[in-house]
């Protein structure tokens, strides 16, 4: 549905240029919600706008619904207004002039795919009741909410049932319980719709919670594309492990590959530990694992005869409701670990933990 | 061997491509700045070096007669030094005025406050020849009222007043300054965070120090750059020197340049009259720089530190009543001109306010003036100047702006500089240009082309307006329309203009009100098909008919009120709505 190729887009600054978006390629395929996710400044608004028409790049290819719709060696640039997509934007845009039927109305009277008067009446009022705001009608923009103008903008977005969903950061105005809610609605109305969607964000819980697949990216390039499980779980670098919450890393040295099974044995501070092997490496080199808080497992019945089995001391807790966060000291290494919230554990408490090892893998340092 | 290279065509190969919108506007709009901004200022270099009595597109030879004429001659000098006294004598007295009546109005607790600053602000509407002719008739040497008045009442042997000097030059245009410089210094002292006086009167400073150590010094740099504003305007002014300085004897650049192109008899001196332009030019454009130096550095010692903060007003006690003497004096001073006019708009011939004056008090002037066809045609002159004025340099302005602002690279700092040009360019200097570069075309001597010369005089005003509005407006606004399917210019007409009404609505109102009180480019570009209100004001006072000539200003006045005020409650309730 989405096809970009080996995106480029320089801005001009006053030290020379800035690569922004720097060799992009992904593919989004039809109804999936691909996000983009990374830090400010790491060129994923670029990116979007780009594709968009917003912005010009400076080298690539971008096809919408297999129209080519820019091409800088085909010299084709089809400009904005004539792309078939819609655009949530982060200020959420709405027009302060019009009031919100005014603000929906507006794609189906001066856009792509015009209808006739009759029936703007009904298409803006169906658009109307899938976002929750029938009623609210012939209410000029300035008097809504914040979460309003956020539900009119997605509502304007969808009312001529686009082939591509372009979000910039739409929830990042809302207050916090605000966004959580938005964040399961959002997902629902465009799966129901079965709108291809591409969502920009910096908010790792936005990008995981929302996303069929994940491109992180950093400094123009897209570091690691996976689903969340994947990226989440086995970030393939340091920068994509710190980026999506915190992470354990250990230093080690590679014992043995496991033939055929991509595993094999790590010698670390903290012991001989079986892992995933994720990278082209060979024993005797140096590498770095990492493993989430929540990949630690207490063992009751002791560490006998089991695989990466650990003795650690607790040496900070620190409840936060839906986990216990604790600091473990292993071999005077400090490992951070999220516990049973309902098990009260006490500082110096000595206890057997364990990283199953499909939940421990090898990490590029960058 | 060398394998040819075969370009990849994608399967979907792009239909010819139309041009968009905006690449059909962009040149558009560079043409049109460019001959509007650019051409007039080639004209007027080349015509600088024109041998005397030739055309520019006449003659192909270069001299140097011209500059030599003009700067070898010690009157030049004179003149000079004539337009630096009197621009500079005007803004400084206009200054302690305006900074006395602001300090006055918003920062102490003197009474009738608002009223004091809503009628500054209708005053602006006042044109500079109605104060030029009402003190004419206030205090000429031989029959000027106030003069006749106080000789009798103190027994003079001699008129005490003369308007025909610099000194009274300099009065006159300061009081008629005030206004516009209230308005711009009214922001400077309002937004003053009084936290900085209150630390430096815990520290134990009495008002009168915390004045000249704390206030003034952060008032400076303001200060400087409201005075470098107005000079850029008073070495330009032409209206109350072309009515009182040629009787003083104190021609200054603006009318000399005039009567260069316009000589009451014999043939015009372009090439002079470009030579002189060229050197007012240059000091516009030195006026410029340091003007451009001064808000920079207002800018570094802004004293505004946010909102939520009222002022803390001086309480007066005793002080009021001089304050308020002052306050009525002022405004003695503002009215007494008009006063004059309608008194002697009243009457068959001037005279003094008498019984028997009063007697012969009628409307037959008014009724003559709107009779004659001369003036009829005037009016309607007027009209097609002012509206078509207005409007064509606001739509000119609005997307101009829009380029500068929204638009990326070298074009856009260019369209942005070009319509900021104007602004250097003393208005007599655009006249001779226009009227250079247009004399041989059939625009010449049509209203049209007083249009085109204010279109681009007030082209700086238009698009810094609209600059400063559409900074205002989150670009994602137009981004979504365009998201949304929106063409550039349905996205223009659906999001940007309804936003940017109300000031595109002040903005038009403010050249309508300006346009009709012009007096430079009407008249030197004027022929007997184009005369407008403000020339034939200027034709019916030199001619003598002074009562006709009042009358006339009289109704100018009130026509311009009867056009400005509806809009502007309009606008305002629209605002408040």
């Given at each position: 549905m989405l096809t970009v190729r080996d995106l480029q887009k320089n801005f001009v600054a006053d030290n020379g240029s800035v690569r922004?978006?720097?060799g992009v390629n992904f593919d989004v395929a039809p109804g999936e919600f691909y996000t983009l996710l990374g830090?400010?400044?790491?060129g994923k608004t670029t990116t979007l706008q780009c594709i968009a028409g917003l912005e010009m790049p400076d080298a690539g290819e971008i096809t919408l619904d297999d129209r080519l719709v820019f091409s800088r060696n085909a010299k084709i640039v089809v400009p904005a207004h004539r792309r078939d997509i819609a655009m949530v934007f982060q200020s959420y845009?709405?027009?302060?002039?019009?009031?919100v039927f005014e603000n929906v109305a507006f794609p189906l009277l001066h856009g792509r795919r015009r209808v006739s008067r009759s029936s703007v009446n009904d298409r803006v009022m169906k658009a109307l009741q899938l976002v929750q705001?029938?009623?609210?009608?012939?209410?000029?923009?300035?008097?809504?909410s914040g979460g309003q103008q956020q539900r009119v903008a997605l509502a304007r977005a969808i009312v001529d049932e686009p082939k591509v969903l372009l979000l910039d950061?739409?929830?990042?105005?809302?207050?916090a319980k605000l966004r959580e809610e938005m964040r399961f609605e959002l997902r629902d109305l465009v799966l129901r719709l079965r709108i291809t969607s591409l969502y920009v964000t910096h908010d790792q819980i936005e990008a995981l919670s929302m996303s069929d697949r994940i491109a992180v990216m950093s400094n123009g390039k897209i570091v690691q594309e996976g689903t969340p499980r994947e990226i989440y779980l086995?970030?393939?670098?340091r920068f994509v492990a710190d980026f999506l919450g915190k992470s354990n890393f250990l230093e080690g040295r590679v014992l043995e590959l496991f033939p055929g099974a991509g595993r094999g044995k790590v010698d670390t501070a903290i012991g001989t530990l079986h892992c995933?092997?994720?990278?082209a490496v060979k024993p005797g080199d140096t590498v770095l694992l990492g493993f989430r808080p929540a990949a630690l497992k207490v063992l009751?019945?002791?560490?006998?005869?089991?695989?990466n089995a650990l003795r650690g001391e607790i040496s900070s807790t620190s409840f936060a409701g839906d986990f216990l966060e604790c600091q473990v000291r292993v071999e005077n290494q400090q490992l951070r670990a999220l516990l049973d919230p309902y098990r009260e554990f006490k500082v110096g408490e000595v206890i057997s933990l364990q990283?199953?090892?499909?939940r421990l893998a090898t990490v590029a340092l960058l | 061997m060398e394998s040819i290279s075969i370009v990849h065509k994608p399967a979907r190969v792009a239909r010819t491509r139309l041009p968009t919108q905006q690449q059909v506007v962009l040149p558009l709009l560079v043409f049109s700045a460019v001959v509007l901004v650019v051409a007039p200022l080639i004209i007027l270099l080349r015509s600088s070096f024109l041998p005397a009595g030739e055309l520019p597109f006449d003659a192909l030879s270069l001299t140097f007669t011209n500059f030599a004429a003009a700067y070898a001659d010690a009157a030049t000098l004179k003149l000079f030094l004539n337009t630096t006294y009197y621009a500079g004598g005007s803004v400084l007295l206009g200054l302690i005025l305006a900074g006395l009546l602001t300090w006055l109005v918003e920062?102490?607790?003197?009474?009738f406050r608002t009223t004091i600053k809503a009628t500054l602000f209708a005053s602006?509407?006042?044109?500079?020849l109605a104060y030029a002719f009402g003190w004419v008739l206030l205090l000429?040497?031989?029959?000027g009222a106030l003069n006749v008045w106080l000789k009798n009442l103190f027994r003079l042997?001699?008129?005490?007043?003369?308007?025909?000097?610099l000194w009274m030059m300099i009065f006159i245009s300061a009081t008629e300054l005030v206004p516009t410089m209230f308005v711009m210094l009214s922001g400077l002292f309002r937004n003053m965070d009084p936290q900085l006086e209150k630390a430096a009167a815990v520290s134990g400073a009495n008002y009168l120090k915390t004045a000249r150590y704390i206030l003034l010094p952060l008032l400076t740099p303001g200060l400087l750059s409201v005075a470098m504003y107005m000079l850029m305007i008073m070495v330009q002014a032409f209206e109350i020197p072309l009515v009182m300085g040629l009787t003083a004897g104190v021609p200054v650049l603006s009318v000399y340049i005039y009567l260069l192109s316009?000589?009451?008899?014999?043939?015009?001196?372009y090439g002079l009259a470009a030579a002189f332009g060229i050197g007012l030019l240059v000091l516009a454009i030195i006026l410029m720089v340091v003007y451009y130096a001064a808000t920079r550095t207002a800018e570094r010692f802004?004293?505004?530190?946010?909102?939520?903060f009222r002022p803390k007003r001086i309480?007066?006690?005793?002080g009021r009543y001089p304050a308020m003497i002052f306050t009525w004096i002022y405004f003695g001073i503002m009215v007494a001109p008009l006063l004059a006019l309608l008194w002697t708009s009243l009457l068959p011939f001037y005279q003094l306010p008498s019984a028997m004056a009063l007697n012969k008090i009628s409307l037959n002037n008014y009724r003559t003036i709107t009779g004659s066809t001369k003036v009829q045609q005037a009016i309607l002159n007027t009209f097609i100047l002012v509206f078509s004025t207005a409007t064509l340099a606001m739509l000119l302005s609005g997307i101009m702006s829009w380029f500068a602002v929204r638009g990326k690279g070298k074009l856009a700092r260019f369209l942005d500089m070009i319509a900021f040009a104007p602004m250097a360019i003393p208005r007599i200097v655009m006249a001779i240009s226009i009227l250079l570069l247009y004399i041989?075309?059939?625009?010449?001597?049509?209203i049209w082309i007083i249009v085109l010369a204010q279109v681009t005089a007030y082209l700086a005003f238009g698009t810094r307006t609209i600059n400063g509005a559409l900074i205002q407006i989150h670009p994602e606004l137009e981004n979504a329309a365009t998201a949304a399917g929106a063409s550039w210019l349905t996205t223009m007409r659906k999001i940007l203009l309804p936003l940017l009404w109300p000031h595109f609505l002040n903005a038009w109102l403010w050249i309508i009100a300006h346009s009709m009180r012009d007096l430079t480019l009407a008249l030197t570009l004027m022929s007997p098909d184009n005369v407008v209100l403000s020339s034939t004001l200027w034709i019916l006072w030199s001619f003598g008919d002074v009562p006709k000539a009042s009358a006339l200003l009289m109704l100018m006045m009130v026509g311009l009120l009867l056009i400005v005020l509806p809009i502007q409650l309009y606008a305002a309730r629209k605002a408040g709505g």
């Open positions: 922004a978006v720097d830090p400010s400044g790491c845009a709405i027009w302060p002039h019009m009031t705001l029938a009623g609210l009608e012939n209410r000029p923009a300035p008097f809504l950061e739409p929830l990042s105005n809302l207050d086995t970030p393939k670098d995933l092997i994720t990278l009751h019945d002791g560490r006998a005869g089991k695989i990283i199953p090892e499909d | 920062r102490t607790d003197m009474p602006m509407t006042i044109p500079p000429n040497p031989n029959n042997d001699q008129h005490p007043f003369d308007v025909y000097t316009s000589p009451e008899g014999g043939t015009p001196k802004r004293v505004v530190t946010g909102k939520g309480e007066l006690g005793r041989r075309t059939p625009l010449y001597g049509t």
